[in-house]
């Protein structure tokens, strides 16, 4: 996870950290998950979920960590894509 702070914009970048370094790929729609963006360090999901708690805008990549922001009422699971095997959600509040 990284979080990013632009002016009043809370940005959390949030992955399963065994997709780090992968690229998938599904018609149109491609995502590689980098660690530039996703960040280095790992954290429990205590830690994710305070930072998601406070986020404007997340970026979600990973069935585990997009099923946390589902369970936390941030995500629709009819809105997740699946991009070949990986799954990926963002958000943005308004």
């Not at 065994?18 to 729609?29: A, K, M, Q, R």
């Not at 930072?51 to 997009?66: H, P, R, S, Y």
Request: hydrophobic share 40%; with cysteine.
């Amino acid at each position: 996870m990284k979080i990013y702070r632009v002016e009043k914009e809370v940005l959390v970048a949030v992955c399963d950290s065994d997709l780090v370094g992968n690229t998938y790929s599904e018609g149109e729609f491609k995502i590689e998950v980098k660690e530039d963006f996703y960040g280095k360090e790992e954290f429990d999901a205590e830690d994710v979920k305070n930072a998601l708690k406070n986020a404007t805008i997340a970026n979600i990549t990973g069935e585990k960590a997009v099923k946390l922001a589902i369970e936390m009422g941030l995500i629709n699971k009819n809105n997740v894509l699946k991009i070949g095997s990986c799954w990926h959600a963002q958000m943005v509040t308004i």
